[in-house]
């Protein structure tokens, strides 16, 4: 099963931009399609942005849209979250997430799961 581990968060001002990348082990990556999800405090976690198994379709959470970029480089088993504009409410922590659903881009039914990296927007 895909291992994954997020990395790239850190601390930026409101109106920079953080991209952040994940990279997965074992599995087949291209089986999976994948997804950036959010939690900030007192919240539940939400899907901020979602691509298919090869790269050609995305999905994004309307708060990112126009702002977040969602890619992926099977070659290289990598997914990336280019983050621009970036607001205070977009201060949480990112988990990186696969799913077996390939058939369309899934909003729910992710069964793998990195460790999440946080990112703090200050105002």
């Known amino acids: 099963q895909v291992q994954l581990v997020e990395s790239g968060g850190g601390l930026v001002q409101a109106g920079g931009s953080l991209r952040l990348s994940c990279t997965a082990s074992?599995?087949?990556?291209?089986?999976?399609?994948l997804g950036w999800f959010r939690q900030a405090p007192g919240k539940e976690r939400e899907l901020a942005a979602a691509?298919?198994?090869?790269?050609?379709?995305?999905d994004y959470a309307d708060s990112v849209k126009g702002r977040f970029t969602i890619s992926r480089d099977n070659a290289k088993n990598m997914v990336y979250l280019q983050m621009n504009s970036l607001k205070p409410e977009d201060t949480a922590v990112y988990y990186c997430?696969?799913?077996?659903?390939?058939?369309?881009?899934?909003?729910?039914?992710?069964?793998?799961w990195g460790q999440g990296t946080q990112v703090t927007v200050s105002s």
């Open positions: 997430a696969a799913s077996t659903i390939v058939s369309r881009i899934p909003r729910s039914g992710y069964g793998y």
């Open positions: 074992r599995g087949t990556f291209s089986r999976y399609s």
């Open positions: 691509i298919s198994w090869n790269g050609m379709s995305t």
